[in-house]
């Protein structure tokens, strides 16, 4: 495959599955269902099917396909990861943790084929290279960067002293927690202030922000599941020049100063491999994780302007975009 280079894979044997197999009668197509942990339109759907087209699957040729979207509710997650088993799916795909979670109180005989932040922290696998169980998938280890992450802003702010972080409180994102911790030991490492925010919503918001300037912060790194407030989280960190990191490059492009994350399309994509090979036969708790081996990095060169940031020639040459 074209994008195996892109992921470091650890080898399994892969044996039959026999339920997925007793399901896929004659005549009848492999009916998956896919759980997305966000609000459609999504990229995760186009970059999926791009993933299942390269494999020959064709919606109503050879396989059926049904989306739903959780809006970021994990009430929501369970409420239709249970009507997926109800439905007989063959393969349930979960987009983040709240899918994940859900599908597996919903199911532990039907296959699992997750995208996660921190799969292995969170329990969802016993390992990367047996995961265990009927989950297997790709892990994105947005809880396994922190000390890449302050690496790259002590590049950018050479006197950084104080860095905060942003992330909620809402059961509905249980990943949070792992968020936060490996960002405080990366934190630590480095000699580096820093100052977890916990907060329920967007309400909260400016109060954090006008505490994290009183507390000389220099430096945000705020947890994905804010990313669809970036407008006010952009703005607000413009008005107390604040440098705002985030994990997707769509935030930096919308005025935050740097992002670090994989290369989220191509790990969505990636997710119809695993798809492919179960429906083949192979068993979930033999497939191994996989885990990108590259992060790519994009900087807003006018936000770095605005807060007085001078980036060297070197780090620009290193970076994956820069947007002007």
Avoid: C
């Avoid at 280079?5 to 080898?11: A, D, P, V």
């Amino acid at each position: 495959m074209s994008n195996r280079r892109e992921f470091i894979t650890l080898l399994g044997a892969a044996v039959a599955w026999p339920l997925a197999a007793r399901a896929q009668q004659p005549g009848k197509l492999p009916h998956i269902g896919v759980l997305v942990s966000a609000s459609p339109p999504h990229p995760f759907a186009d970059a999926f099917w791009r993933g299942l087209h390269a494999l020959g699957y064709s919606e109503g040729q050879n396989i059926k396909v049904e989306f739903r979207y959780t809006d970021g509710r994990s009430d929501r997650a369970e409420e239709f990861a249970e009507e997926l088993v109800r439905l007989g799916v063959n393969v349930i795909v979960a987009h983040y943790a709240i899918a994940t979670t859900a599908a597996m109180a919903a199911t532990r005989t039907i296959p699992i084929v997750m995208v996660h932040g921190a799969p292995l922290q969170m329990g969802a696998i016993n390992s990367l290279a047996q995961p265990g169980g009927n989950v297997t998938g790709l892990s994105m280890m947005d809880a396994e960067i922190g000390g890449k992450r302050v690496q790259l802003l002590r590049e950018l702010i050479p006197n950084l002293t104080q860095i905060a972080v942003i992330a909620t409180t809402a059961t509905t994102s249980p990943f949070g927690p792992y968020f936060v911790e490996d960002m405080r030991l990366a934190a630590a490492t480095a000699g580096i202030g820093f100052e977890p925010i916990l907060i329920g919503g967007p309400s909260e918001f400016r109060s954090a922000f006008a505490a994290m300037a009183k507390a000389g912060t220099q430096a945000v790194v705020v947890q994905v599941f804010f990313d669809p407030h970036r407008a006010m989280l952009v703005e607000l960190a413009a008005k107390y020049r604040i440098a705002y990191m985030s994990g997707s490059r769509e935030v930096t492009a919308a005025g935050g100063l740097v992002s670090m994350a994989a290369n989220l399309p191509e790990l969505y994509e990636r997710a119809a491999f695993y798809v492919d090979k179960i429906l083949k036969g192979a068993k979930p708790a033999d497939l191994p994780v996989e885990q990108p081996i590259k992060f790519e990095v994009a900087i807003n060169m006018k936000t770095a302007k605005a807060l007085g940031l001078t980036i060297s020639p070197l780090l620009l040459a290193q970076v994956d975009e820069v947007i002007e």
